[in-house]
């Protein structure tokens, strides 16, 4: 297994356009998040997977974003009508979730790079 | 809600020891965990605590007092390489990591 996967690792994209991100996690972490994270910031939670449920989704997250994972392996997060506000990385992570211990850590991905002009 | 603390920097010489402080309020508690990041890189996991005491992985060890909401992660013997920054999250009812806004480590030859 080579890790947490992102694609694309960069992304520009014109304002008012959608834009989809992939993430393929460790095969045996039944556990996906997805976050975002500004130049100087801490990565904030955006929502997270156990399998193919949606758990838990943050707040602060608008109705124009939304993420699916599908049959509980990669996941995809869409923006639909991207503003400037939006340009940020975009992070996935995986865990196995249970055990305890090590097992809660996350396992980031390289992260996609937005960039909203 | 939750909400964590650290300081902004920290400035240290190769070979010393740093301790880099994290206070927390969070609703519900299962553990406090620390990240490292090197600028361009993606955080990788450093340690979990669920437990009060010290927990002692290599060079690192991370402490967490849960009467005090408030936790450390120590480096000894300090390397160049360590220049990163060091995030403490917390995980509390939510099942999820929510971050703090980063200690930014920098060691000096």
């Known amino acids: 297994d080579t890790g947490v996967s992102q694609d694309p690792r960069h992304k520009i994209t014109k304002r008012g356009q959608n834009v989809t991100f992939r993430c393929d996690p460790i095969?045996?972490?039944?556990?996906l998040y997805w976050y975002r994270q500004t130049l100087g910031q801490g990565p904030e939670f955006l929502t997270y997977?156990?399998?193919?449920?949606?758990?838990?989704k943050s707040r602060l997250l608008s109705d124009r974003f939304s993420a699916e994972r599908p049959k509980g392996s990669f996941s995809t997060l869409e923006i639909q009508r991207t503003e400037q506000g939006d340009s940020a990385m975009y992070l996935c992570?995986?865990?196995?979730?249970?055990?305890?211990?090590?097992?809660?850590?996350?396992?980031f991905g390289s992260g996609t790079r937005l960039t909203v002009v | 809600g939750q909400s964590l603390e650290q300081p902004s920097e920290v400035t240290a010489v190769e070979g010393a020891i740093v301790q880099i402080n994290c206070t927390y309020q969070t609703s519900g508690f299962y553990g406090l965990s620390w990240y490292q990041q090197h600028d361009g890189g993606a955080p990788t996991f450093l340690s979990y605590?669920?437990?009060?005491g010290l927990e002692e992985t290599g060079r690192f060890s991370s402490f967490l007092s849960r009467s005090d909401s408030y936790g450390y992660l120590l480096l000894q013997e300090l390397q160049m390489k360590d220049s990163a920054s060091y995030f403490c999250?917390?995980?509390?009812?939510?099942?999820?990591?929510?971050f703090g806004p980063g200690t930014r480590l920098s060691v000096l030859p």
């Open positions: 999250a917390v995980m509390g009812y939510g099942q999820n990591f929510v």
């Open positions: 095969s045996e972490h039944n556990r």
């Open positions: 997977f156990q399998n193919e449920a949606q758990l838990e």
């Open positions: 992570a995986s865990s196995s979730g249970t055990g305890g211990g090590s097992n809660y850590g996350y396992t």
């Open positions: 605590n669920a437990l009060d």
